[in-house]
């Protein structure tokens, strides 16, 4: 399985950014999806992320209200709408698949739980 995220950027604070994750090489047809952000020296940190086959979604408190997960199944995609940037959204971005699907919220919070990677994509947001 292969993940390839892309769309991030330079943007000013206040802006939008929308990154894309494609998914290939799956066989499964069930996952969960989860967003992930880094920035140097810290952990991965979850932001959000959405079950593949109902849509449920789940958002870090930092980022509810202003980022939006989504799928596109017929292109295999998911999608990260990011919406009123803050200087403190500037991290490198992963998309992931995690071990298992239907769990509780919170399993999916921790990157330890997730079996595939993408590589990540830089976003950074100007004050």
């Known amino acids: 399985v292969q993940l390839q995220a892309s769309g991030g950027g330079l943007v000013q604070a206040g802006g939008s950014l929308r990154l894309s994750c494609g998914v290939s090489?799956?066989?499964?047809?069930?996952?969960?999806m989860g967003w992930f952000r880094r920035t140097p020296g810290k952990e991965h940190e979850f932001v959000a992320g959405?079950?593949?086959?109902?849509?449920?979604?789940d958002y870090a408190d930092s980022v509810r209200g202003r980022f939006t997960v989504s799928r596109d199944a017929t292109v295999n995609t998911m999608y990260l709408q990011m919406n009123s940037l803050k200087p403190e959204d500037t991290a490198v971005y992963y998309c992931?698949?995690?071990?298992?699907?239907?769990?509780?919220?919170?399993?999916?919070?921790?990157?330890?739980?997730?079996?595939?990677w993408g590589r990540g994509t830089q976003v950074t947001v100007s004050s």
């Open positions: 992931a698949v995690a071990h298992f699907v239907g769990l509780s919220g919170r399993y999916y919070t921790f990157s330890s739980n997730y079996r595939f």
């Open positions: 090489g799956s066989t499964f047809s069930s996952h969960y």
């Open positions: 959405i079950n593949w086959n109902t849509g449920d979604t």
